[in-house]
């Protein structure tokens, strides 16, 4: 299983080069891949120079950042919805599961308000969250899966009361709603940059926790009796999930279902292993929304769908299906 798992893993790697290439081609502008892909590898070998120049400005200046932000983002949000799982032992758990998206939100709504940097706000509020309900779920030192989610909800539902308060007393809503259903329209290589760099980092913190997860899927006695610091594990799990979901968010406003799904078909295709359903995951993850993206950019040209509308679109019977699913395991 464990060589399949690597297969798959790299042939996901493969896939996702393709798609980048691909959709990056794709847009108002014909261009085809063979010539975007050529003006990709120019920026790191010598390369014909046969296309025109209006091209490489519109691929490495337009399309490009917007192709690999996606890529980053939906990387980082199954990431995150496949450790969220891992840890809270719950196949429907997803990065927002408690109370993320409502702390970026409200950052978010705040930032349009007061003028202030609504990336920068966005991602503090999010940490912000994932710190108060960390610490109202904390028991003695310790922190019960229970009361996590709870706390979660809580919190989440009360930073969405005041967002949706903002929202109604704004003098301009609609930029918050746009920022709210989900988009990568603003992308640029600054926020590229910025963005990659957090989400690179935590994801990779992630991974090391890979086999401590599987450990943890024993339940936790038995993972405390094979030397596992539980607390210390969903302390982290926690943090590095929270930055890298905000990291996201924060770029992307509210991307749903991408950190539902994709981890529970990657589980079921290489898994139940983290050291393998991580990767797979990230992988996965960067060609849906990469793929949502160019859909959503492309089906009503020369308007766009918010791309959080396309993954709902495709999500939502997902999560009604793996519910049904559930129900009937259970009753069966």
């Known amino acids: 299983m464990a060589k399949f798992g ?64 996606a890529a ?6 199954s990431t995150a919805g496949c450790a969220m799982q891992g840890l809270l032992k719950n196949p429907m758990a ?6 993320m998206s409502s702390g970026a939100a409200l950052g978010a709504s705040l930032g349009f308000v007061l003028m202030l940097p609504v990336h920068l706000m966005s991602f503090m509020l999010a940490v912000l969250a994932i710190f108060v309900v960390y610490n109202i779920s904390k028991v003695g030192g310790k922190v019960p899966v229970d009361t996590l989610l709870l706390s979660g909800i809580a919190i989440g539902s009360l ?12 003098q301009s809503p609609h930029k918050i709603i746009f920022w709210i259903m989900g988009g990568l329209w603003n992308a640029s290589w600054e926020e590229l940059r910025i963005t990659s760099v957090m989400i690179i980092f935590g994801v990779l913190v992630l991974y090391r926790y890979a086999w401590k997860l599987n450990v943890m899927l024993l339940g936790e006695e038995e993972a405390h009796y094979l030397g596992v610091d539980i607390e210390h594990v969903k ?3 926690l943090v590095f999930s929270a ?21 529970h078909i990657m589980r079921i295709l290489v898994g139940p292993d983290h050291r393998i359903l991580f990767p797979a995951s990230t992988l996965m993850g960067a060609i849906f929304l990469v ?42």
């Open 6 to 69: 690597r297969s798959v893993v790299l042939i996901l790697a493969l896939i996702l080069i393709v798609v980048i290439i691909t959709n990056t081609a794709i847009g108002s502008t014909l261009i085809s891949p063979l010539i975007t892909a050529k003006i990709l590898l120019a920026n790191f070998f010598p390369v014909e120079h046969t296309w025109l120049d209006k091209h490489e400005t519109i691929i490495i200046g337009v399309r490009l950042p917007r192709v690999l932000l």
């Open 72 to 77: 980053f983002v939906g990387g980082a949000l």
């Open 94 to 99: 997803d990065p927002y599961i408690i109370g």
């Open 159 to 170: 930073l969405s009361a005041i967002t949706s308060m903002i929202i109604f007393l704004a």
């Open 235 to 237: 302390r982290y799990v």
């Open 243 to 263: 930055l890298v979901t905000a990291a996201a968010v924060s770029v992307s406003g509210i991307i749903g279902f991408v950190g539902l799904i994709i981890p």
């Open 291 to 332: 793929l949502c993206d160019t859909f959503s950019r492309t089906i009503i040209a020369p308007n766009e769908l918010p791309v959080g509308v396309v993954t709902a679109m495709f999500g939502a019977p997902f999560f009604i299906y793996l519910l049904r699913k559930r129900r009937n395991s259970l009753y069966a």
